[in-house]
């Protein structure tokens, strides 16, 4: 992911422009269907509205999901599809950050709520929409246009089978207000919401004739042969045969070459100089070629798939080339390979034979975050590795093709790209901070009533939403549990953030008497880096809670070793998934005995396997450690030595158990269960300071909470 460093303008206010509507078309400046290199130019035209930019992609495989043009500020997404690199959709996931113009009616912005009612009377009368009853959300369609509105649960029987009567109203004469706007092409009659229906969204059609995306075929050692033109250019040509088969070049730029040898002892950095060749480079069709400076023939192309993840991302438009190999050129049916911008390296290596080593093009620095780059060569070509994912950046055609000089011909748009941080960064970690006196016990139908959440807000407590769905078996591990939720988890996210959610809540657990196996901590580790990473893509906190169970006779050093395992495959995956470590909160298990242990551990043990396991795996980047603790003597001491993080606890758990065993259920216990409650909050609140003594504790308190095989 890529950011733009932030260089927000004095004055400048979120969510403050105005963008015209464009049903089917866009908004502002933003097309269907225009390249992503057209929408960086709009982005540059206009920084001090656009000053906050970050470009999403999948590093791993970049044609697997959309590049997405985020900007948090102004609440909307661009997506590109990831291999014509053309704007496939808009998506308006906070609509009182935006405010669009539609004909002479304004509509969203924080003046102007974007309610069910308002956009029926702005838009008219349209057929009944799909209800998602998995989701909780109702899309409304409109020709190239769709508006999603999340219905609570009491209120989903108006919503049944999509037969709501229109203006949709619930019974207490509320309506509800829209969570995500779509924008998209509807030539091919396709409905585009939220969820699975977001991947019917696709570009409008290339008008006829057009060149963008041309297919360019090369056949190694002799020429380009572009499809939609017809223009051969081959090897030997002159400045004035290119001139006139593809017009005048974007830039002219002499050929740098490193200086590797001639270093002094005193000067050991590399240096560059000017040869005689020159390029002329293409920029619009994806391509650059090289002339030899004595004879000004041709002597190479360099083709660019303007793969997202590369240092020249965003110079090029993406060269649809296809590379003959073994047969007559130019009847391309009579070849046994080809090779496309989507071939990796390793199909490269199947068609044209092993190379060998490879020769570093580019170093990874400061100025380069994208790693180093290799130049693999062949008799007449050479192929230039993107990172660590297999695909191909540029390919380069000719005489020379081992030669590892970079044409470095234009800034890279937007200028100064650097690694991505989340768009709620700020509000992440403020909540996070604020995180001491938040119960994590809520459940989405208490959330889905405002005056729930208004009580909440009122008192000064966030709201926050347990978000995982239970666990089930894994299968291929030995009996292990599987955390279920991933799926619908971004569009529920959104909804969540829009009814006044703040954090989220996840909960897997790893089993030590059942394993525990490197599948089922792998993917317990995963799943919890992954719903982190969507919580903070929609604003939420999310909680990361891998539990350790205790059922079973084993010592703190098993329990030990299996949690160091278990937080090192977290770490490994938030960090992958570009987690900000600032905007999470940790609920890791205290390392005690298992429960049928006959050796039990002191406090001051439990502490100091729990220290020894914080200081080894959690970074001090964290805010917030929330556990469950087995009692309170466990805790005291944890915050009496020296840690980087705040150590607190689960309200749930250590603030509710003995209150709720007092109570039974039996009303003439209410007073003393209530008691017991402020006895629990105050025994906590100077434990989590280091300053709890135990005096006066009841023996109920002193117990347990574990409940054996418990399954929830």
């Not at 006895?679 to 300071?689: C, E, F, G, P």
Request: proline share 7%; hydrophobic share 35%.
């Amino acid at each position: 992911m890529l950011q733009r460093p932030g260089r927000r303008c004095e004055g400048t206010a979120m969510g403050s422009i105005v963008l015209d509507l464009r049903p089917g078309l866009g908004v502002g400046p933003f097309t269907l269907g225009m390249p992503i290199c057209e929408a960086f130019a709009q982005i540059e035209q206009q920084p001090k509205i656009y000053d906050v930019v970050h470009v999403k992609y999948y590093d791993e495989e970049p044609l697997k999901l959309d590049i997405v043009i985020s900007f948090p500020d102004h609440g909307f997404h661009l997506r590109f599809d990831p291999w014509s690199q053309r704007l496939r959709l808009i998506e308006i996931f906070d609509i009182k950050r935006l405010q669009m113009r539609y004909a002479t009616s304004l509509i969203g912005g924080p003046s102007t709520l974007a309610t069910f009612v308002a956009v029926y009377a702005l838009f008219g009368p349209t057929y009944p929409g799909t209800y998602d009853r998995d989701r909780g959300i109702y899309v409304l369609f409109y020709p190239g246009l769709s508006f999603s509105f999340p219905i609570p649960s009491q209120y989903s029987d108006c919503c049944h089978d999509g037969e709501a009567e229109l203006p949709l109203e619930f019974p207490d004469g509320t309506t509800p207000v829209t969570c995500r706007v779509s924008i998209y092409d509807s030539s091919a009659g396709k409905k585009v919401g939220v969820g699975s229906l977001m991947d019917k969204a696709s570009a409008p059609p290339l008008p006829s004739g057009s060149l963008y995306m041309e297919e360019v075929h090369a056949k190694l050692g002799e020429e380009l042969f572009f499809t939609v033109g017809g223009q051969h250019i081959p090897f030997g040509a002159s400045p004035q045969d290119v001139w006139s088969e593809l017009g005048r070049p974007c830039g002219i730029h002499q050929k740098q070459v490193d200086q590797m040898v001639i270093h002094s002892a005193s000067d050991p950095r590399p240096r560059t100089t000017l040869c005689a060749d020159y390029f002329y480079n293409y920029f619009t069709r994806g391509l650059d070629i090289l002339f030899d400076g004595q004879t000004h023939k041709v002597k190479k192309f360099v083709l660019h798939t303007n793969y997202p993840g590369h240092a020249d991302f965003n110079s090029y438009m993406k060269c649809n080339f296809v590379i003959l190999v073994g047969g007559s050129f130019p009847d391309v049916n009579n070849y046994k390979n080809r090779i496309t911008p989507s071939t990796k390296w390793e199909q490269v290596k199947e068609i044209l034979g092993d190379c060998g080593r490879a020769a570093i093009q580019t170093q990874g620095s400061t100025s380069n975050p994208f790693g180093s780059t290799f130049v693999y060569g062949y008799q007449n070509a050479a192929f230039e590795q993107v990172m660590k994912n297999g695909y191909i950046a540029t390919t380069r055609q000719g005489s020379d093709p081992a030669s590892a000089s970079a044409v470095r011909c234009r800034p890279v748009a937007p200028s100064g790209l650097d690694v991505c941080v989340n768009s709620y960064a700020d509000e992440l970690v403020m909540t996070a901070e604020l995180l001491d006196l938040v119960s994590t016990s809520q459940v989405p139908s208490s959330l889905r009533k405002p005056s729930m959440v208004d009580v909440l807000v009122e008192q000064n407590i966030v709201p926050g939403i347990k978000i995982n769905k239970g666990l089930v078996p894994l299968v291929g591990s030995n009996n292990e549990p599987w955390c279920q939720g991933l799926d619908g988890l971004t569009s529920g996210s959104a909804a969540y953030y829009q009814q006044g959610a703040r954090f989220a809540k996840w909960r897997t657990v790893v089993s030590i008497p059942n394993g525990p196996s490197e599948l089922a901590v792998k993917e317990a580790a995963w799943g919890l880096a992954h719903y982190a990473a969507v919580s903070q893509d929609n604003g939420l906190v999310p909680i990361v809670e891998p539990e350790i169970l205790l059922d079973g006779d084993y010592g703190s050093d098993r329990t030990f070793e299996v949690a160091k395992k278990v937080w090192a495959e977290v770490f490994f995956y938030l960090a992958q998934n570009n987690v900000l470590f600032e905007g999470i909160l940790l609920m890791p298990s205290m390392v005690t005995p298992g429960a049928e242990c006959k050796d039990r551990a002191t406090p001051e043990q439990v502490a100091s396997y729990t220290l020894s396991l914080l200081r080894q795996r959690i970074p001090s980047a964290v805010p917030r450690i929330m556990s469950e603790v087995e009692d309170t003597f466990n805790l005291n001491p944890i915050n009496q030595a020296s840690n980087p993080w705040h150590v607190s606890f689960s309200y749930a758990g250590v603030l509710q158990n003995t209150c709720l065993k007092m109570w039974g259920g039996r009303p003439e216990n209410v007073k003393e269960a209530q008691d017991t409650l402020l006895v629990r909050a105050k025994a906590n609140s100077l434990a989590q300071l280091g300053k709890y003594t135990g005096k006066g504790e009841s023996e109920e308190a002193k117990q347990g909470m574990l409940v054996k095989g418990y399954v929830y």
